[in-house]
């Protein structure tokens, strides 16, 4: 049997050993305007010390940083990422999240869950929001005027286990203001009054009504 010497190279040969090298510099792959940076500005300015005085009363060194940490889950949140097997696995395999540790060794579940459990209070974490929340109202990010409604579900006193959609909420919300107004008109007709209610102060004008309905009651008895 003849044997053809092929002289074509062949391309789909690779090597098993073969080492990708990356660089190290992150700060060049994270783009300027990146979500991540502006999360990092804000929170780095914060005033950590009830955190870490949680750290100083136990006594153990924290493998990551603690303000590093709290970054971590809060970028992970922002990111719908909640689960500390998943917080994780970003935090080896996203730029993002090797940038925010600053060279620290990527945390593992266990120690995420032991921070949110054990350092990270609820007592802190009001602390942390209420200067969140005031530094940007410094800085005109936040103006206190409106407050949004999204899509999310309310869950019903009625049942547990029921839910009431944003429509509905808005719908009932209605008919409640309608039966509130032919209440105060039905308080009109039979008192001689002139009260009224606007969907703006609502809150203000029906509490002149029930102030000056408990006046009078006070006064026949």
Known sequence: MRLTKSYNKNYNEFNDNYQLILSLNLENLIPEDDSVRLLSHVLEGLDYTKLYKAYSSVGRKPAVEPKIMFKILSYAYSQNIYSSRKIEKACKRDINFRWLLQGYKSPNHVTISRFRKDYL???????????????????????????????????ANANRYSFVWKKAVLKNEEKMFEKILALIETINLKELNKFSVQKETIIDDIDVILRWLTSEKEKKH
């Open 121 to 155: 209070s609820n007592k802190i974490i009001k602390d942390l929001f209420y200067q969140q929340v005031n530094y940007l109202a410094t800085q005109n990010e936040i103006l206190f005027e409106n407050v949004f409604i999204d899509g999310t579900k309310i869950e």
